[in-house]
């Protein structure tokens, strides 16, 4: 095959391993066993497109939505109902009622839209605080 140039829609090796949080020597396993297609470069680089990381990076995800989760190290776990969403283009506040609790979660207007969450929803809260201050009122 004929060497290509890299161009925007082409990753060196290391970008691409970077954005797929593996090593350099994964990708040229994943390249030896067929699951990752990638060419050389004028100067004889390995480099792959642009449009092979996004297929990996959605088979990781896809990959990671199926597995439950079977132990975490969180244990304020709060099971409830989303009764509030204030979203806007980048940002978003999901209001979730568990019991008596209110439980108030900043994330991100994608987070929320991955999620599927909508008022009604049911939702686990996970609180896990690196401080917990508590106060005496005088």
Partial sequence: MAPIEPQTS???VGQAAEMLGVSVETLRR???EGRVRMER???NQRVIEVAEVTRLLAEKRRAAATRPIVAQ???NRFHGIV???EKDRVAAVVEV???PHRLVSL???EAVDDLGLEVGTEAVCVVKATNV???IPQ
């Fill in 97 to 99: 009622m568990a019991g």
């Fill in 133 to 135: 201050i508590v106060e």
């Fill in 30 to 32: 994943w390249e030896a």
């Fill in 73 to 75: 190290s969180a244990r």
């Fill in 10 to 12: 082409w990753l060196r």
């Fill in 83 to 85: 009764t509030r969403i």
């Fill in 107 to 109: 994330m991100t207007a």
């Fill in 41 to 43: 470069s004028e100067g």
